[in-house]
C-alpha cells in the first residue's frame, strides 16, 4: 500500500520522520536568539542616541548592524521553529537571559558608542562560539547558520571597532 503524507503525521500533527531540536540545541538556540534581538535593541538605542565625531558614519553603520541583527534573529527563531523548538523572544526573556552589557540611556559620545557596540558584538560572537561545538554535534546543519552569523558579527566588530583604533 502506498503511504500518503496524512500517514507520516502523528495525533499531535508533527512529522515522524523530522529531526527534533533536544533540550541542549533549543537552550543553545535561545541563547543566541536573545542575544541576537538585544544586539538589534542596542544598535537601535546607540543610532538614535549617538553624537559626535563621524556622526554619519557610525549612524549608517549602526543601520547595518540593526538590519543584520534583527535579520539574523529571524533566522535562528525560524531554524529553532524547523526543528520543532520554540524560540522565546519576549522582552522579559531577552532581558533577563542576555549576555550584552546594558546600553547606556541618553546621548552617548559616538567614540563611547563604538567601545560599547564593539563589546555587544564580541559578547554576542563569544556566545555562539561557546555553543558551537555543542550545536555542531548534534546538527551540522544548523552550525553552518552559526557561522554565517558570526562571519559577519565579527565583520561588523572590526569595522566598528577600527573607528577608535590608531595606526
Do not use: C
Request: negative net charge.
Amino acid at each position: 500500500m502506498t503511504q500518503t503524507i496524512a500517514d507520516t503525521v502523528t495525533r499531535t500533527g508533527r512529522t515522524a520522520a523530522g529531526f527534533r531540536a533536544s533540550r541542549g540545541l533549543t537552550e543553545n538556540l535561545q541563547r543566541v536568539l536573545v542575544d541576537l534581538i538585544d544586539l538589534h535593541l542596542v544598535g537601535k538605542q546607540a543610532h538614535w542616541n549617538i553624537v559626535g565625531p563621524n556622526f554619519r558614519d557610525l549612524h549608517l553603520q549602526l543601520d547595518e548592524l540593526v538590519d543584520d541583527a534583527r535579520g539574523f534573529s529571524d533566522d535562528v527563531a525560524e531554524r529553532m521553529r524547523a526543528l520543532d523548538a520554540v524560540p522565546d523572544g519576549r522582552v522579559v526573556p531577552v532581558g533577563e537571559q542576555s549576555d550584552l552589557a546594558a546600553f547606556p540611556a541618553g546621548l552617548v559620545n559616538t567614540t563611547d558608542a563604538v567601545d560599547l557596540i564593539t563589546a555587544a558584538l564580541y559578547a554576542v560572537t563569544g556566545a555562539i562560539r561557546e555553543v558551537h561545538d555543542a550545536v555542531d554535534a548534534e546538527d551540522p546543519t544548523t552550525a553552518d547558520l552559526l557561522h554565517t552569523i558570526l562571519e559577519r558579527l565579527e565583520q561588523l566588530a572590526w569595522l566598528i571597532g577600527s573607528e577608535n583604533r590608531t595606526a
